[in-house]
């Protein structure tokens, strides 16, 4: 029997959803629990991730109620670690290639979307970073996938992709919606530019990754959607 593992998230989370993607795809038994995070249980903090960030794992200890997290269980947090550790656990599920170099594109994968894609992005969407970075950020992560166009990296789904994904789902939203603190328009001006041919590899993977059945189990792009105009309201 493997050890109890817990994922403490939020289905609004575009963290949690990573960690969520890569324990499905790697077809991993855990016990997902909804964290409030607006009225944040005092058990959580004191007891699970004293930050009171989501996603957070316990691991190991008895298999207790999520309510009641034990002292014997290592908690784990920050999505892309939790990532690797997930990948460490599960050696045999491709979450993290065998082969040296290809785990390191994995790596190099992972910490250029955040870089490039996560912050530019969560900047653009506030108001505060500009519409070139997200392009060029783009524009960069489009350099490192494969030619296929399937996977960020080789032949085969890995933590690159886990958390890759709920970026671009949240890009989608943005191109599509408009939504964001940034000038009207941008949004829309941003998605047709992702149409066109200097794109084509960027668009590719993104269709290809938005399709599978993890990404739609785990993405509720209506919650998102109602979650963003609540919180990017334009002020002029
Ligand atoms: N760097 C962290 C970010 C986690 C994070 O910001 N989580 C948000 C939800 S998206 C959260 O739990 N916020 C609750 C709070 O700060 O009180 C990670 O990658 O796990």
Redesign the pocket.
């Given at each position: 029997m493997p050890e109890q593992l817990t994922l403490y998230l939020?289905k609004?989370?575009?963290?949690?959803q990573?960690?969520e993607l890569a324990l499905i795809e790697a077809n991993a038994p855990y016990r997902g629990y909804h964290?409030d995070?607006v009225n944040?249980p005092e058990w959580f903090t004191s007891k699970v991730n004293p930050?009171?960030?989501?996603?957070?794992v316990t691991y190991g200890g008895p298999s207790v109620d999520p309510e009641e997290p034990s002292s014997l269980s290592a908690k784990i947090?920050?999505?892309?670690?939790?990532l690797e550790f997930l990948a460490d656990l599960y050696p045999d599920s491709g979450l993290l290639p065998k082969d040296p170099v290809s785990r390191a594109k994995v790596r190099f994968f992972i910490d250029a979307s955040t870089k490039h894609v996560e912050a530019p992005l969560h900047d653009f969407v506030r108001g505060d970073g500009s519409y070139e970075s997200v392009l060029k950020g783009i524009e960069f992560v489009q350099g490192l996938l494969e030619e296929s166009g399937d996977f960020a990296v080789g032949d085969h789904y890995t933590i690159a992709d886990a958390c890759i994904s709920p970026l671009l789902t949240r890009l989608k939203i943005i191109t599509e919606t408009d939504i964001g603190r940034f000038p009207v328009g941008l949004g829309f001006k941003l998605g047709e530019e992702l149409k066109g041919p200097k794109f084509t590899k960027f668009t590719k993977y993104v269709d290809q990754i938005l399709e599978r059945p993890s990404l739609k189990q785990t993405y509720d792009k209506e919650g998102v959607i109602t979650y963003f105009k609540t919180l990017f309201v334009r002020t002029q």
């Open positions: 939020h609004l989370s575009p963290f949690s990573k960690v964290v995070l944040k930050v009171g960030k989501v996603p957070t947090t920050e999505s892309n670690v939790i």
